[in-house]
């Protein structure tokens, strides 16, 4: 029975109210209040079945969540660790870059000084005729 039905039957019953006595008064209240009262009950049956389902569904969606909140802590750990492991491989290649730098800079310097040695040792080669002299 719907709403609408048993607000129908109130103003019909209502309407020959008039007609009845006090003991029909009586009788006519209570089988308002009874059919009032099963409608209030199978309404919250109702409510109370949807209520269930929507109450499971949210259990549900809750433990979804919090498998997705776990695993977002998981990816963040590991994202962390990632991190770590860039930085130091950057690091790494960082110092590496820098030592072939220094490195070159050295052979470079290697480089430059061994011709000047070159080029002094050529110079100093005079012949001269006369012997070193010690004295």
Known sequence: MSIEQLIRDLILEDQFKSKYTARQRSIFC????????????????????????????????????????????????????????????????????????YMTYLYAIWQYYNENVDKSIKETNSTSEVPYNIE
Request: glycine share 0%; no cysteine; hydrophobic share 40%.
């Open 30 to 101: 209570n089988n308002m209040y009874a059919k009032v009262h099963a409608f209030v009950e199978n309404a919250n049956k109702e409510l109370i079945e949807e209520n269930k389902e929507h109450l499971e569904r949210i259990e549900l969606l809750e433990e979804e969540l919090e498998v997705s909140k776990n695993d977002l802590e998981y990816y963040k750990e590991q994202n962390k660790e990632l991190n770590k492991n860039y930085k130091s491989v950057f690091i790494d290649m960082m110092s590496a870059l820098r030592l072939a730098i």
